[in-house]
């Protein structure tokens, strides 16, 4: 399954992008916890993904800043053709397109700690390509996931109205290979709360891939 890459970390968090290619990694800072998680789920959803999920949130909402509130749907699926080839788990979330100098004002208007300051001075002020052009592919469009748009307080799409949820994630719970007790180690299992917190990271816009181009070009970053 495909995953956008990163170009720049702008939820508030104890992560700051790292020159050149402005990959997010970890600090010392712990920011207040302001960030909050809102979770339907599936009628299927065991206690154990359920128990999870309340374990892993909690861990993001006392790293990330922001006061918001990112809306999830999980889902739980017995087929694994769903997420693709031996995945354990997916997220699936609405982009939306704005031009580099909208991206990068409000970017700059919602730095509020040092990591985004760090961030965005790897930012150009102008777009080196051309007048309108995205500095990573050249093309006119910059793509946000929506809890990057409420993190930052972008202007909704025009015409757009919103309606939860921001992400959806669904949990592969078919065959033995995932572990079933919570965020205990299980042996020869795929923990629980690894894979939920990978998807988390994509629901927030913050995940990364390299798809199948040889040599691992990565291409169409959403940059956030």
Not at 30 to 39: D, K, S, V
Not at 110 to 115: A, H, I
Not at 121 to 135: D, E, K
Not at 173 to 183: E, H, I, M, N, R
């Amino acid at each position: 399954m495909k995953f956008p890459p990163i170009a720049a970390v702008f939820l508030s968090t104890g992560i700051a992008a790292c020159a050149p290619v402005l990959l997010g990694i970890f600090l010392s800072v712990t920011p207040a916890q302001a960030l909050t998680f809102g979770i339907t789920y599936a009628p299927d959803a065991s206690s154990d993904i359920k128990t999870a999920f309340d374990d892993v949130t909690r861990d993001y909402e006392s790293w990330f800043s922001d006061p918001i509130t990112i809306n999830l749907q999980v889902d739980i699926t017995h087929d694994p053709s769903v997420c693709g080839f031996e995945a354990l788990g997916c997220t699936g979330y609405n982009t939306f397109g704005y031009t580099y100098a909208e991206w990068r004002q409000y970017l700059a208007q919602d730095s509020k700690t040092l990591n985004d300051q760090v961030a965005l001075a790897y930012l150009p002020q102008t777009q080196p390509i051309g007048p309108t052009n995205n500095p990573l592919t050249g093309d006119r469009t910059i793509f946000v996931p929506w809890a990057i748009i409420k993190a930052t307080n972008l202007p909704p799409p025009r015409g757009y109205t919103y309606r939860p949820p921001d992400a959806t994630i669904t949990i592969v719970a078919s065959g033995d290979s995932l572990g079933t007790s919570a965020c205990e180690p299980e042996t020869n299992k795929f923990n629980l709360c690894n894979v939920i917190a990978h998807e988390l990271d994509h629901a927030l816009g913050v995940g990364s891939f390299l798809d199948s181009i040889p040599n691992g070009s990565v291409t169409d970053p959403i940059s956030i």
